[in-house]
Every structure is written in structure tokens, then in C-alpha cells.
């Protein structure tokens, strides 16, 4: 295989096909269940994942809040990326000619902020007078316009520790029942964390996908994590990873054949060619974007699994989800690797 451009990446999708409000309840959402084994698609609903898990599973998700990141004020917009410490926060900034080293300017009556420095990705690193998620609202993505989302409606049932600025969205589809039916059925619930930063969906501007230089986010997986999911593995049970952050969190943690504590940034890239699975057995997941390092890891992971060119074969699922008016994106539908 030469190298990939980031074009082979690109697809063509009408605007309608772009959820731009939630199912309600969350697991009726669409589910396309492809089988690597058989080559073949199954279409269900979310909550029909009980169907392709047995007793002795593992089912990984992220438990990582969305933090209120987006401030506005004034026709301005600071867009919280990640806490540097007591107030102090690295940010994307609009309009860039306003937010000046050394400025300082109120955000409310009683709310000031300082920009300390501008660095040269042209984010800036802004110090608050107080929490400025009090004066935030929720980070919905740019293609999600006009929504009746409630708030909790973009977070998982199980998000905890607040850190992300965009969700996880593959756990957006899981209710508290379907988590008790799976619990019931003997599947283990196991909770990973990464706070999900602008690198997972900025977009990749170089032509070829290896010059592409993913910046780091902060992960969590604990020695309670790799124990059980160690054990997951001695008895033969499968992990299914929810979401492409669950993802990045257990292929990082693993090495010669086993789970291992670990914490901090990571910066891994996984696309077709570069990275061989070694972790995740099975794979729930949203349907991404055009060109971005997200379909490249589902496309890495068809590879893994034996299909022999993982660009084509999800390019091609793609095309059958939107023959069947799948939603696709943050609030769209879900789809299931096995």
C-alpha cells in the first residue's frame, strides 16, 4: 500500500444526513452491525447490542464530561480547550485582533480576564478571575445548528470527571437500562477516561495522512482497569471499545499481551498501515466526518480485523448508511464492528 492521502478519506454527504437533534430514548437510535467474519451488514436498533455480547465481555466506555467550553460575550467567542491550572486556561479565541498579549477585558460586570501570552497555533493562554465555565454554554459542534439538544442530552449517562470539550458521542446512545441489561447478561462495565481536546476532530490539512501531528490529550486508565480487563482477556471474553477515545486509551495501554496502568498525554494516531490492534476486539462507534483522524481509525481496525483494504470497505458502509438514512455525526446514529 503506497501512502494515503488524506483525500482518500473524503465522501460526499447531504446536509439532511447530518443529526442535528438526539433519538429520544437514546438506544433507539439506528445501529449497523458489520461482521467482519460473514462480510455482512446487519441493520438494528442500539439497544439490540445485547444481541452481539455474551457473559464474560467487556464493555469499555469513556467517562469523561463535557465542560460548559464555550464563552461568549460581546460578539466575541474564548472557546475553553484545557485547564492549565487554578483558572488559568489554554483557549481558542474569536475575534483574534481582540485578544492581544497582555489585554485584559471583563467578561460580565464582575467576571475580568488577562491574556497572558499568544502562542503559534494562535491559542491563547488566558487567565480568569473566576470559573469560566459559570459563564460558558455547552460546545455543540458547528454543523449542529438550531437544536432543541437539552444540555444533558450531550453527555453520557455515565460522565463524571469534566475535562472534554466535545463528548464522546459513541456512549451517547447508552440508557441506564441498557447498561443493567448488559450488566445482567454478564457483560463487564468498565469505565476508562480521556478528555477529548481538539485534536480528535481538527481537521487534517496536510495531503498525506503520515505528516498529520495529532495533539495530546490527557488519559486515565487505572490498575483496577487493566486487572479486570486482563482477566477479561485470560477468559477468553472479547472488549468492545465504545468510541474511538476508549479506543486510543486501550491500545496505549497495552503491551506484550497484557494491560497496564497508565496516565497522562497521549498523542497516538492510529490509520490504515500504521498501527496493528492488539487491545480491542470489537468496536462501537458514530459515523465521522470526511477526512478526519477518526474514520481513519475505523478504517485501521477493518484492517486489523482481516478486511484487506479498510479505506474502501468503510467508505463503503458509509455509503450503505446513507442508502438508509442513517444519521450521521455527533447526535446521529451508531455502528458496530464484530
Not at 465542560?67 to 479565541?93: H, P, Q, T, Y
Request: proline letters at 4%.
Amino acid at each position: 500500500m503506497g501512502r494515503l492521502r488524506t483525500s482518500d478519506f473524503d465522501f460526499q454527504l447531504p446536509r439532511e444526513s447530518i443529526a442535528q437533534n438526539p433519538v429520544c430514548p437514546r438506544d433507539m437510535s439506528k445501529l449497523l452491525v458489520y461482521d467482519v467474519v460473514k462480510d455482512k451488514i446487519f441493520h438494528r436498533r442500539f439497544r439490540d447490542i445485547v444481541d452481539f455480547v455474551k457473559s464474560g465481555d467487556a464493555m469499555v466506555v469513556n467517562r469523561s464530561r463535557v465542560i460548559m467550553a464555550r464563552v461568549l460575550f460581546d460578539n466575541k467567542e474564548i472557546f475553553l480547550l484545557k485547564n492549565l491550572g487554578g483558572d488559568v486556561w489554554s483557549c481558542l479565541v474569536s475575534p483574534g485582533k481582540f485578544f492581544l498579549s497582555g489585554k485584559n477585558f471583563p467578561i460580565t460586570d464582575s467576571a475580568l480576564a488577562e491574556v497572558l501570552e499568544v502562542l503559534p497555533d494562535a491559542t491563547r493562554i488566558i487567565r480568569f478571575s473566576d470559573d469560566p465555565q459559570k459563564l460558558g454554554q455547552i460546545p455543540l459542534p458547528p454543523y449542529i445548528k438550531n437544536s432543541n439538544a437539552e444540555i444533558d442530552q450531550y453527555q453520557t449517562v455515565f460522565a463524571v470527571e469534566g475535562g472534554s470539550v466535545a463528548a464522546p458521542t459513541a456512549g451517547l446512545h447508552f440508557t441506564p437500562e441498557l447498561i443493567r441489561s448488559l450488566k445482567s447478561f454478564g457483560v463487564l462495565w468498565e469505565e476508562i477516561l480521556l478528555h477529548v481536546g481538539r485534536g480528535t476532530f481538527l481537521p487534517v490539512k496536510s495531503d498525506f495522512v503520515d505528516e498529520h501531528k495529532m495533539h495530546s490529550e490527557y488519559f486515565d486508565f487505572s490498575l483496577e482497569n487493566a486487572r479486570n480487563l486482563n482477566l477479561v482477556k485470560q477468559n477468553g471474553g472479547k472488549i468492545f471499545a465504545v468510541g474511538t477515545t476508549s479506543v486510543r486509551v486501550l491500545e496505549n495501554c497495552f503491551a506484550d499481551g497484557k494491560f497496564r496502568r497508565g496516565n497522562g498525554e497521549t498523542d497516538i494516531f492510529i490509520y490504515p498501515g500504521k498501527y496493528d490492534f492488539n487491545a480491542v476486539d470489537a468496536l462501537v462507534t458514530n459515523f465521522h466526518l470526511p477526512k478526519s483522524t477518526l474514520i481513519m481509525l475505523v478504517a485501521a481496525f477493518l484492517q486489523s480485523k482481516g478486511v484487506s483494504d479498510g479505506r474502501k470497505k468503510i467508505l463503503g458502509i458509509y455509503e450503505t448508511a446513507r442508502i438508509n438514512d442513517y444519521r450521521f455525526y455527533s447526535f446521529g446514529d451508531a455502528m458496530l464492528i464484530i
